[in-house]
């Protein structure tokens, strides 16, 4: 439902930019297509990015329009005015690295060729003042109606992703205990997944950020939305460990039976607290850090002692349990403890 009012936000205040852009071009008897072209593709999800891309596009569709007037003025209404003024429009717009406004300018510089018989100053000019309107009226109306807000977009990412990483977190570690090396592919697959979803949320992240400058967040929706930045860089770092311990290929581990029960558990316990906030509890949590942060360092003094198995490398159960302790810590940041 979120996701279909976002996309109806959209919808509205295209529909509302077109008409208004339309109105406005009809009171001064000018061609509206020019300037609705601008508004559509001036729509963008935040306003600052409608106002950076607008400065953008604005001497793009004065290129291509110049263009346009050129090669009409040359060889007239032709097939070669249309391949030249777009080629042109490209070319020029690419060269400059007005790479927001190419598309704009491109459509702008073709559909002048059809409406252009004389007087091409005064076209020009004109096309110059559509495309103003559309780019004044689509960042109004995206700034006054229905103003873009992520925060409650960010939230609801953060918790599926949170989920996600409680189940990518038990996967993980229960493949490489368990030694079933044959599902190494899948984690990888699932690790992908997760990184795909941080990313999506780091973007919507980024809207809001941007959003702010023109809306800014105030009291406890401020805090909310730095505490959800916080949560976020948490879920970023623990994907950071668990690509680690895949990219470790761990295949043998000397545990004993109860050093392996007591780790399980804090694994299951660990993907469970990420999966369902009300069973993350302070206290139980610090337990199992306690006890796997014991066996590390039990571990740790027999490399001190030298390791014959791995010489020249960590021992793999060393690896395991400080990427597990790393996580550890990520989750307790997660819950602002």
Same mark, same amino acid.
């Given at each position: 439902?979120?996701?279909?009012?976002?996309?109806?936000?959209?919808?509205?205040?295209?529909?509302?930019?077109?008409?208004?852009?339309?109105?406005?071009?009809?009171?001064?008897?000018?061609?509206?297509?020019?300037?609705?072209?601008?508004?559509?593709?001036?729509?963008?999800?935040?306003?600052?990015?409608?106002?950076?891309?607008?400065?953008?596009?604005?001497?793009?569709?004065?290129?291509?329009?110049?263009?346009?007037?050129?090669?009409?003025?040359?060889?007239?209404?032709?097939?070669?005015?249309?391949?030249?003024?777009?080629?042109?429009?490209?070319?020029?717009?690419?060269?400059?690295?007005?790479?927001?406004?190419? $598309? @704009?300018?491109?459509?702008?510089?073709?559909?002048? *060729?059809?409406?252009? #018989?004389?007087?091409?100053? %005064? /076209?020009?000019? &004109?096309?110059?003042?559509?495309?103003?309107?559309? $780019? @004044?009226?689509?960042?109004?109306?995206?700034?006054? *109606?229905?103003?873009? #807000?992520?925060?409650?977009? %960010? /939230?609801?990412? &953060?918790?599926?992703?949170?989920?996600?990483?409680?189940?990518?977190?038990?996967?993980?570690?229960?493949?490489?205990?368990?030694?079933?090396?044959?599902?190494?592919?899948?984690?990888?697959?699932?690790?992908?997944?997760?990184?795909?979803?941080?990313?999506?949320?780091?973007?919507?992240?980024?809207?809001?950020?941007?959003?702010?400058?023109?809306?800014?967040?105030?009291?406890?929706?401020?805090?909310?939305?730095?505490?959800?930045?916080?949560?976020?860089?948490?879920?970023?770092?623990?994907?950071?460990?668990?690509?680690?311990?895949?990219?470790?290929?761990?295949?043998?581990?000397?545990?004993?039976?109860?050093?392996?029960?007591?780790?399980?558990?804090?694994?299951?316990?660990?993907?469970?607290?990420?999966?369902?906030?009300?069973?993350?509890?302070?206290?139980?949590?610090?337990?199992?850090?306690?006890?796997?942060?014991?066996?590390?360092?039990?571990?740790?003094?027999?490399?001190?002692?030298?390791?014959?198995?791995?010489?020249?490398?960590?021992?793999?159960?060393?690896?395991?349990?400080?990427?597990?302790?790393?996580?550890?810590?990520?989750?307790?940041?997660?819950?602002?403890?």
């Amino acid at each position: 439902m979120k996701k279909l009012h976002f996309v109806g936000s959209r919808v509205v205040k295209t529909g509302v930019a077109i008409f208004v852009t339309a109105l406005i071009c009809g009171w001064l008897d000018w061609p509206a297509v020019f300037a609705v072209i601008t508004a559509i593709v001036t729509i963008e999800p935040t306003v600052s990015d409608s106002i950076k891309k607008g400065i953008v596009r604005f001497p793009a569709s004065a290129i291509g329009s110049a263009y346009a007037v050129l090669f009409i003025s040359i060889f007239g209404n032709s097939p070669l005015t249309y391949t030249l003024a777009a080629m042109f429009t490209i070319i020029t717009c690419f060269r400059l690295k007005l790479h927001a406004g190419l $598309l @704009v300018a491109t459509l702008t510089a073709v559909a002048m *060729i059809e409406v252009i #018989h004389s007087n091409y100053l %005064i /076209s020009f000019l &004109i096309r110059l003042g559509t495309t103003s309107i559309g $780019l @004044v009226v689509s960042t109004l109306v995206n700034m006054f *109606i229905l103003p873009p #807000h992520y925060t409650k977009n %960010i /939230s609801s990412s &953060i918790q599926r992703t949170a989920i996600q990483t409680g189940k990518t977190i038990e996967r993980v570690f229960l493949t490489i205990l368990e030694g079933k090396q044959e599902q190494e592919l899948h984690n990888r697959e699932m690790v992908e997944q997760l990184d795909w979803g941080i990313h999506q949320t780091e973007t919507l992240v980024r809207f809001q950020k941007e959003e702010a400058k023109f809306h800014p967040l105030v009291g406890k929706e401020k805090s909310h939305f730095h505490h959800m930045q916080k949560q976020l860089g948490s879920l970023r770092l623990i994907l950071y460990h668990l690509d680690n311990l895949i990219s470790s290929q761990i295949k043998t581990i000397a545990w004993s039976n109860d050093e392996r029960a007591i780790i399980l558990y804090a694994i299951r316990e660990l993907a469970e607290g990420l999966k369902d906030p009300s069973h993350y509890q302070t206290d139980k949590h610090a337990q199992h850090l306690k006890q796997i942060t014991e066996i590390f360092w039990e571990d740790n003094e027999e490399i001190t002692r030298g390791d014959r198995r791995h010489p020249t490398s960590f021992p793999p159960e060393l690896i395991i349990l400080y990427e597990l302790v790393s996580i550890y810590n990520q989750v307790d940041r997660f819950y602002g403890k």
